[in-house]
């Protein structure tokens, strides 16, 4: 807790040995934007707690691990206090586990866990006060783990089937974003696991939406057919 409740630190910037967060680290400074380093393994609990003047996108590295409770929490609570202004969350982890309340009104519109192969654990609460928060999975198992939770704000979801996004994906709140397969071609979104009911319009809260895919092995996106930055695989 070092710099805990330091209202003048507004930027950070981490050694390359940085394995632990420690908990209540940064808790209620003025982060205004956050850079995990990579290695980083483990994030205290109320490691940023009651910051909500964050912004953009938060990368969670593929180093981390576990994720503590309340992690990147601002204490609102019932539509009561601020929520920050993070436009999305990425989590590059292939296995981790995430606490109670970790994401919690973070003003995410997204979090992107297509690149999570073991969702270890996933507490309760974690994305509340997000409303209408599109979580990504690609497998079921993931998505199912999420679903399971208790939670009280109304998400949407999505099962990519095996594909992630891309770097340079545009994501935009209430539109669901498209996702990219080596050896595969994306044909759409649909509310049935068949996909025979194409998603035209807006999706709606607490439903599940389901990635379409056909085989393109000639245009794979390793290949020389696609021009597409896929950045951490």
């Known amino acids: 807790s070092a710099f805990e409740n330091c209202k003048s630190l507004k930027n950070v910037t981490f050694r390359g040995d940085t394995k632990n967060i420690g908990s209540n680290a940064f808790r209620a400074t003025s982060l205004t934007s956050l850079t995990l380093p990579d290695g980083l393994e483990t994030i205290g609990a109320d490691a940023f707690y009651g910051i909500a003047t964050l912004s953009g996108m938060l990368v969670i590295p593929e180093s981390v691990t576990k994720i503590e409770k309340e992690a990147f929490w601002?204490?609102?609570?019932?539509?009561?206090?601020?929520?920050s202004d993070i436009s999305g969350i990425r989590v590059d982890s292939p296995k981790i586990s995430i606490g109670n309340s970790a994401f919690r009104a973070t003003g995410a519109n997204y979090i992107d866990l297509t690149r999570v192969d073991e969702l270890s654990s996933w507490g309760d609460w974690v994305l509340d006060?997000?409303?209408?928060?599109?979580?990504?999975?690609?497998?079921?198992?993931?998505?199912?783990?999420?679903?399971?939770?208790?939670?009280?704000?109304?998400y949407i979801y999505a099962l990519t089937s095996g594909g992630i996004f891309a770097e340079n994906t545009a994501f935009s709140e209430a539109t669901l974003a498209t996702p990219i397969q080596d050896g595969y071609k994306f044909?759409?979104?649909?509310s049935d696991e068949a996909c025979t009911q194409e998603l035209t319009g807006t999706p709606?809260?607490?439903?599940?939406?389901?990635?379409?895919w056909s085989k393109d092995e000639i245009d794979s996106i390793y290949g020389t057919g696609k021009n597409v930055d896929l950045g951490i695989i």
Do not use: F, M
């Open 74 to 83: 601002t204490g609102r609570n019932n539509g009561n206090g601020p929520l």
């Open 129 to 154: 006060e997000n409303e209408s928060c599109i979580i990504y999975a690609k497998s079921g198992s993931v998505l199912n783990n999420v679903k399971n939770s208790q939670h009280v704000t109304n």
């Open 187 to 190: 044909e759409g979104w649909y």
């Open 204 to 212: 709606n809260v607490r439903d599940t939406y389901y990635a379409k």
